[in-house]
């Protein structure tokens, strides 16, 4: 064919979304031929497949696909995220269909995207007119950051602007590819197949009720008593999905049907799924071409397109495809389950092969703007311009300067709090009351309290006893546990919280009762402490007796001889030191087999722990394994890289680099102000400094996290942008780095040069 389009694409490299052959299902089809399609007509550029697999299947997928992201695992749309930015792509293209991506209504595929730096291009094979609230909210997700949308129908184009009020400019139709093959005439191909002598009708897909089988089926006597040489080919394996639920019974009820109706001899069932080049031979073989879909919301059909593209005589019900496909007379629409319109249809077709033959020729030439070379040059001007652009997003202010240490500040935690408590979230700086409190960010706002000093001191006490007593109204006596969350309407979520909650409130209690500045709150959280503090035997998880080591560090700077607490330190510390042993391997030296969440703290427990034990050992453990975390959480380029949320799970590898969170910032301080409480080594004063670049805008954006004004901070650092959200965890988190990092200046200063140790 002669190239329309001799044009150098600006875009170098793609990462294509989709399911891909060998799985077996339209979208595979359709994703495995326009990779195909666009690297034929324009071989300079590179594309990568990123192949969604469905439950329980491993496939022996071809050399492009680049990686495989099993549909209900959340950690393979975080690795395949993370694979994308580093491979550099210009651009990603994702094909969407309901089903096909985990989550409600697909919602898994959002985690992906939110990930993912290069612009979006996406392709919508599906677009309902009545989503449901799941469907709207996932689809109007993806078309906020898509950056160019491509639909196949005008239809398509409506629907979007109906339906989720997207602006037509940004929509582009472009139809389905089609390979490029001669006009043939059907006797040439009919003897391979077995269907010499017969008036071949054919319908082709993955066999399930909507395709309206049933239609044809019953149109057929009359079809067969004026042609009793017609056979219908029912070409296409059953949808797994049916077969998972109820085998071939469709498939056994269609023959039944036929058998009652006398014309099993002019039905013949191919079950099998066949690939592109097999289909086409078949639809060459085909006289006319029927789709007798029982629903009008198909906004594409791929067999449809092929078999225009072959030059078929289609007769088909009036979805949205076909509507718009077979507008002009390139076809016959017969209304839905018509059984006497199929039948008229196809015997007038039958009757009249002059007729047969126009709409023969008038598919064929409709057909040729749908072949591969032409759609690909059209996905490649908007692929271009989505890759000339960078995501919509909203920016934070202009990087600050690098100042040393941003004074404490509590208008954002002032922002966030009520006379209940501090709520967890903020959409951008508003409280957001759907989600309520927590006692996790109530400790830590109890906590923050007692590091505030000067001015804000008499602020930061009336807080305090705020914040305290919404911990006390977290812990439930009878059942001798802490509560966590709490709606908006002061009614508890539950009766028992997590342990990690529970953890941190008995750290938030420890550290009042030994750094309150109000004698009464001291006396409360000593007691308190002593209600409460036997729960924390009864912690398995290492981050839940992190906390309550930290707790119990802090009570003995209170109660030098209080026994649970020194019980506490001396069992979880050896714990710790256990999970090391059993964890730790060549390049791995940590407490699991993978970094999650407030990590630095378990290094600072072992550390607080082994300083209030006179345990060398404890001490040496800990600054080994911050040590290793600081690598870790070291970038290529030099900044402090946060351990990211997409790291869970993962085991014993590197740790992806997004989404960032505040929390491990704040963390990291605090477990090197340990350190150098522990050794004295400037080291560690200049590593919490290190770390501290991060919320001024030392980080893999150069955009700050923090908010110079009221203190605030957002709640993460992604792939593109930064989180504008501004949440109770974030707010806490770079409030202690600023108080952490006043008193590490300040006990740096005041130690004398003689007692440092050496660099």
Known sequence: MTRSDNRVPQTSKIALIGNYLPRKCGIATFTTDTRNGLIERFPAVDVDVYAMEDLGERRDYPPEVAGVIRQNEISDYFAAAQQINDSGADVVWL???????????????????????APLVVTLHTILSHPDADQRRVMEAILRRASRIIVMTEKGRTLLEQVHGVNPSRVAVIPHGIPDRPLTDPEEYKARFGFAGRKVLLTFGLLSPNKGIETVIEALPAVAERHPDVLYVILGATHPHLVANEGESYRDRLAARAAELGVSENVCFINAFVETGTLLDYLAAADVYVTPYLNEAQITSGTLSYAMGVGKPVISTPYWHAAELLADDHGRLVPFGDTAGFAAAITSLFDHPSLREILRSRAYARGRTMIWPRVSERVMVELDHAAGEKPAQLRPFPPMEREEVLPPNLAAVRRLSDGCGILQHGLYRVP?????????????????????????????????????SFVQYAWNGETQRFRNFMGFDRLWCEEVGSEDSGGRALWAIGVTAAQARQLDLRIW?????????????????????????????????????????????????????????????????????????????????????GMALGSDGMIADGLATLEWLKEMQTAPAGHFRAVGTASFGRTMRKPMPFDQQPLEAAAMIDAASAAFEATGEKRWVDEAAHVYAWYLGENDLRLPICTRDDGGCYDGLMPDRVNLNQGAESVISFQLACCAMQRLKAGFRAVPAERLAAE
Request: with cysteine; aromatic share 10%; charged share 20%.
């Open 95 to 117: 094909q969407h269909e309901y089903g096909i991506f985990g989550g409600s209504a697909g919602g898994m595929i959002l985690q992906m995207l939110d990930r993912v730096a």
């Open 432 to 468: 957001n009351r759907d989600h309520g409190y927590c006692v996790d960010d109530n400790a830590r706002a109890l906590i923050l309290m007692h590091q505030i000093s000067g001015e804000m001191a008499a602020e930061a006490d009336a807080l305090a006893t705020t914040y305290a």
């Open 525 to 609: 959280a000593s007691s308190l402490y002593d209600q409460a503090a036997g729960m924390a035997l009864e912690l398995n998880y290492p981050r839940a007796r992190g906390f309550a080591m930290l707790g119990a560090a802090s009570m003995l700077a209170a109660h030098p001889d209080h026994e649970l607490s020194l019980r506490i330190l001396r069992e979880f510390g050896d714990y710790l030191r256990g999970l090391l042993v059993q964890n730790r391997r060549e390049g791995w030296y940590w407490f699991e087999d993978n970094l999650s969440y407030d990590n630095a703290r378990l290094p600072e427990a072992l550390l607080r722990a």
